[in-house]
């Protein structure tokens, strides 16, 4: 499944991600968290195929189970999309060489997620 994030090349990531490092601040997970489940216009996951197709996705990083992904509810998982997308965004800006494998591609002057590895 591919998403056109172009829009949120324009957004400060930092609102979605980020680190006690580079904020100075000890409550920073739950801030970009909270941040990433009220910023609906970047909820990507709109149908119960995008859900399933996400699902599957996150299973291959082996930090949650299928239960735990199931239980989520859809802005859990819209915010945690949103999440993973503006952490492979920033890594993506970092790159130089474009033959890095990345989720985030450019593509005819639009950036792209990729849900694979």
């Not at 970047?42 to 189970?65: C, K, M, Q, V």
């Amino acid at each position: 499944m591919q998403i056109n994030i172009t829009n949120l090349f324009n957004e400060d990531l930092t609102l979605f991600q980020d680190s006690i490092a580079n904020s100075g601040r000890s409550d920073i997970v739950r801030i970009t968290w909270e941040n990433a489940k009220e910023y609906t216009e970047y909820h990507y996951l709109n149908t119960p195929e995008a859900h399933r197709d996400f699902i599957a996705y996150a299973l291959e990083f082996g930090a949650w189970s299928k239960d735990d992904l199931n239980e989520m509810t859809d802005a859990d998982r819209n915010a945690l999309l949103l999440q993973m997308i503006a952490a492979d965004i920033l890594t993506y800006q970092l790159q130089d060489d474009d033959n890095d494998p990345c989720t985030v591609f450019a593509h005819g002057g639009q950036f792209y997620f990729t849900m694979s590895h």
